[in-house]
């Protein structure tokens, strides 16, 4: 009997054989589908021919490295990715969050805390159209903005949609829920990654320094995400729900 098509699908891209055995074993065992791919070309030749729900992927690849191909599924959709990254390259890993990777692992690394991670991450991109439409909203507007949650769609004041990432619509959603209120980047690591931010992490600050970017160049408004000194973050601007 083969698996139920409903199984989340995700493809593996890591260089390394072991490793890719390893967890195509292990996430198989926790109830995933899984594809496995050592490089760009198995990963462009694997991704026309199926459907993913999550990519993993190491950012050091031979040849066409993992930055390139984080670039080339950036320009096809916008499927969530873990990253994986070597111990202390802080510079990959910034790189990384800059391209849209919504989370990340650093090896070596044990395979329940990647499967805790792909949980977290699919949890949150597929907060469902039926929870959105239990609050019975149609419409968030701030600052000129408007967002459809039901779609997870975001608007500029003109009314041109502007792209998101998985991460990014959440990080926003997170401000707007809370708008008005500094929120320090240990809470904001907490609500959307479920864990503390360690003391170097600057994944929070990539990300806002990402969304704070789509929103001033099309408003030319800097004052939306306000940085506090020594606090964290907070959006500033009145938040109005139409249902």
């Known amino acids: ?25 292990f996430l198989e065992r926790n109830h995933f589908r899984v594809t496995a791919a050592k490089d760009g070309r198995e990963a462009r030749k694997a991704w026309a021919s199926g459907h993913y729900q999550l ?10 490295d993992g930055l390139d191909i984080a670039r080339w599924v950036r ?42 991670r792909i949980r977290a991450v699919l949890r949150r991109s597929s907060d469902t159209t039926e929870k959105r439409l239990s609050v019975d909203v149609r419409k968030i507007s701030f ?3 408007n967002i459809d949650p039901i ?26 829920e809370r708008a008005n209120r500094v929120l320090t980047r ?25 969304l704070r970017r789509k929103l001033d160049s099309e408003s030319g408004n800097s004052q939306i995400i306000k940085t506090i000194r020594g606090g964290g973050y907070v959006l500033a601007a009145e938040v109005e729900r139409t249902t």
Request: hydrophobic content about 40%; aromatic content about 6%.
């Open 1 to 25: 009997m083969g698996l139920d098509t409903t199984t989340p699908h995700l493809l593996i891209i890591d260089d390394d054989r072991e490793i890719r055995e390893l967890l195509t074993q």
């Open 55 to 64: 990519i993993v992927l190491d950012l050091m690849l031979p040849g066409e």
């Open 75 to 116: 320009s096809q959709n916008n499927i969530p990715i873990i990253m994986v990254t070597a111990m202390g390259d802080e510079t990959d890993r910034i790189i990384g969050l800059e391209f849209g990777a919504d989370d990340y692992v650093t090896k070596p690394f044990n395979p329940r805390e990647l499967l805790a």
């Open 143 to 145: 600052a000129g903005w």
């Open 151 to 176: 779609y997870r769609r975001l608007f500029n004041p003109q009314g041109s949609e502007i792209p998101l990432t998985g991460g990014e619509y959440d990080l926003l959603m997170a401000l707007l």
């Open 186 to 210: 240990e809470m904001l690591m907490e609500l959307l990654h479920g864990r503390q931010a360690g003391p170097f992490d600057r994944s929070i600050d990539v990300a806002i320094s990402r």
